[in-house]
């Protein structure tokens, strides 16, 4: 049974700051990996997507890395800003079969970009 | 494009009583999925269906949860009877094949007391 944990649970930066959050999973036969954003009141918004087969993905300020072997993701933002204050939420899908190529979630790291 | 869609966004109920939530996913998105999301929590997947059909409802409470997807489009998720520990929000997702990247409703949070 697939199990991912992130670290730290919260985190508060000035804004400015670079960061990462870290991601583990117990399973390393995964499908992919994928970084989620919520926001207060609000759905999951995605963030990055990382196939099995690829060691890293970036959008703008956000970069995101995959070590299946040692079970790990960290997602790094560049520059933090106030408007990244959120929830960030990793899910690791499983590869299919029985499975479904079902998501296991993290319980989120909660983000505070001080102005 | 349009999202997916979720009603009520919010809900409150007494122990014992019934609720049932409603999603309309992405036109075309064949696979819908149902979360639970406890307060401090990650999503928990409670129900998956491709087209309309289970494929995974493992983690359901059968005894007190039940969900439909009628005609392959919009589903509906049922307690009866609530419980204090159902208190969460419950997110609708879609996608348009079991591995493609799924969409999430904005979610309806329920409360018991």
């Known amino acids: 049974k697939q199990e991912v944990t992130q670290i730290p649970a919260a985190l508060s930066v000035p804004e400015g700051e670079n960061l990462v959050l870290n991601c583990s999973f117990t399973?390393?036969?995964?499908?992919?990996l994928q970084w989620f954003r919520q926001d207060p009141g609000k759905g999951l918004t995605s963030l990055l997507l990382i196939q099995s087969s690829q060691r890293e993905q970036t959008s703008g300020r956000l970069n995101a890395s995959l070590d299946k072997s040692s079970g790990r993701s960290t997602l790094y933002i560049a520059a933090s800003q106030p408007g990244d204050s959120a929830t960030y939420l990793c899910a690791a899908r499983d590869p299919g079969g029985t499975s479904y190529g079902k998501l296991t979630f993290g319980q989120g790291t909660i983000l505070t970009v001080h102005p | 494009e349009a999202g997916v869609a979720q009603s009520p966004r919010y809900k409150i109920i007494e122990k014992r009583q019934s609720v049932a939530f409603w999603c309309n996913p992405i036109?075309?998105?064949?696979?819908l999925y149902w979360y639970q999301q406890i307060l401090g929590q990650g999503p928990k997947l409670l129900i998956q269906?491709?087209?309309?059909?289970?494929?995974?409802d493992s983690q359901l409470p059968k005894d007190r949860f039940s969900a439909e997807r009628l005609k392959g489009v919009d589903s509906t998720l049922k307690i009866q009877p609530a419980k204090l520990e159902d208190s969460a929000v419950y997110l609708c997702a879609s996608s348009a094949g079991l591995h493609n990247e799924q969409f999430f409703g904005p979610g309806t949070r329920l409360t018991v007391l």
């Open positions: 399973d390393s036969a995964i499908y992919n």
């Open positions: 269906f491709q087209n309309n059909g289970v494929v995974d």
């Open positions: 036109s075309g998105h064949a696979t």
